[in-house]
């Protein structure tokens, strides 16, 4: 890849798992630049990483711990290089919303592009997220919700349209603390014993948020879209790339997690997204998630995250580059038309084996299986750029671990 001509620059990452590594991949294929990845424990993608400094921080994930070391880091890196940028990025929930809840104190010290922590709450919490849909008149499932308050005094559960529904916390944040014995991070119900029973278990566990209730929208992995995209400083939407998700994790507490995405194209998704961010006022790095519901054949919207996609390098392989966007809004200042991404590749989060034979039979795995022939595919945590022999030996440990998973939960 030709690497931009720039101001130099330095990336700091919020996390230290597969998410960061496919930033700092990113970072240094375009720019040549190695990355700071900070977080609470370090974690197996960048572990040993020749791309990504790890640094972790007790108390990370509070409010002052995490000033306290993002001051300490600037302060770092001006005494070495006064006049160098330096651009934060959060990589996952927790960090996303605790940039943006400091986002103006942090501006002192780096370049960054994210919402403040008003509208952060206001779509990462799926209750408001379905009632700004609702205003901009974008589609999404028939919902209901229901609170800790409700469960306190006893009120029944019940359901917004007929079995099976789905459900899921509203506060993704606050459920990532919430432990029990068959927790997913979501679940479809098919009878209201069921429903009552997952109710009371997330609840007697602590979660003290609000439970989404939806209309199941019918279909395998092959009808969900997965978005990522990039909104300029200016409010202008820089990029937008699709992938869709041809299988996910099986493990309970990984459902969800995509484990491989075939990117491609679609001009209604494309244009609801772009008229949705740009009502908002959105800014910085934004995923969303959308099901193509068989009985009408429209696109549902389901959540926002404010931050790049736990599968976000799929764009990558798809020739948009995750990292190059941030630096042309914030160090080049240089913007352009709308980039809709259209390349059809392979992203795999799991070996080659495992999507042949554990993908669901249809169109879509016949496509992918074909351009994994054609070599047309790539991976998050699998560079020639890091041939680090620790990193490779503890990658390959959990390359070969899907084997083991998939076996045990298969369906």
């Known amino acids: ?5 720039h101001p130099d620059f330095q990336p700091v990452l919020l996390g230290t798992g597969a998410n960061a590594y496919g930033l700092a991949r990113g970072f240094f294929d375009e720019f040549g630049v190695t990355s700071l990845a900070v977080g609470s424990f370090p974690l197996t993608p960048t572990r040993h990483s020749r791309l990504v400094e790890v640094r972790t921080v007790d108390d990370f994930t509070s409010d002052s711990g995490f000033l306290r070391a993002l001051e300490q880091v600037a302060a770092e890196q001006r005494a070495a290089h006064p006049d160098r940028p330096l651009l934060l990025i959060a990589t996952g929930d927790t960090s996303a919303a605790l940039l943006a809840r400091h986002r103006d104190v942090l501006r002192q ?8 922590g008003d509208l952060l709450q206001r779509v990462v919490e799926k ?12 589609d999404h499932p028939i919902t209901s919700v229901y609170t800790h308050e409700q469960f306190e005094a006893g009120a029944p559960v019940e359901p917004p349209a007929a079995f099976p529904i789905a459900l899921k916390a509203s506060d993704s944040v606050a459920y990532l603390d919430c432990q029990f014995e068959g927790r997913r991070k979501a679940y479809v119900l098919e009878s209201q014993a069921e429903l009552d029973d997952v109710v009371e278990r997330i609840y ?5 948020g609000a439970l989404i209730l939806q209309d199941f929208i019918p279909g395998d992995d092959s009808n969900m879209r997965v978005l990522n995209a990039y909104v300029n400083s200016d409010g202008s939407v820089a990029m937008m790339s699709l992938g869709r998700p041809l299988m996910e994790e099986w493990a309970p507490d990984r459902v969800g997690n995509y484990a491989a995405i075939v990117s491609g194209g679609e001009p209604e998704i494309y244009a609801q997204a772009a008229h949705l961010l740009t009502a908002l006022g959105y800014t910085g790095y934004v995923n969303l998630d959308v099901k193509r519901d068989p009985r009408d054949g429209s696109f549902k919207f389901f959540e926002i995250n404010p931050r790049p996609g736990g599968s976000s390098y799929f764009t990558t392989v798809a020739g948009l580059n995750m990292a190059r966007w941030i630096v042309l809004d914030l160090i080049e200042h240089r ?14 989060g799991v070996p080659r084996s495992i999507v042949r ?27 020639r750029h890091d041939p680090s022999p620790r990193r490779t030996l503890d990658m390959l ?9 998939y076996r045990r939960w298969a369906k």
């Open 1 to 5: 890849m030709t690497r931009s001509a």
């Open 109 to 116: 010290w780096y370049l960054t592009s994210t919402i403040d």
């Open 127 to 138: 209750s408001s997220f379905y009632e700004l849909c609702a205003e901009y008149g974008i």
């Open 204 to 208: 007697t566990a602590g979660y003290p």
């Open 335 to 348: 913007y352009a038309p709308t980039v809709l991404g259209e390349r059809h590749r392979v992203w795999l």
């Open 357 to 383: 034979r554990y993908a669901p039979a249809g169109a879509l795995r016949d496509e992918a299986l074909a351009l994994i022939r054609r070599g047309e595919v790539g991976t998050t945590v699998f560079c």
């Open 397 to 405: 440990r959990y390359w070969l671990s899907f084997h083991r998973t």
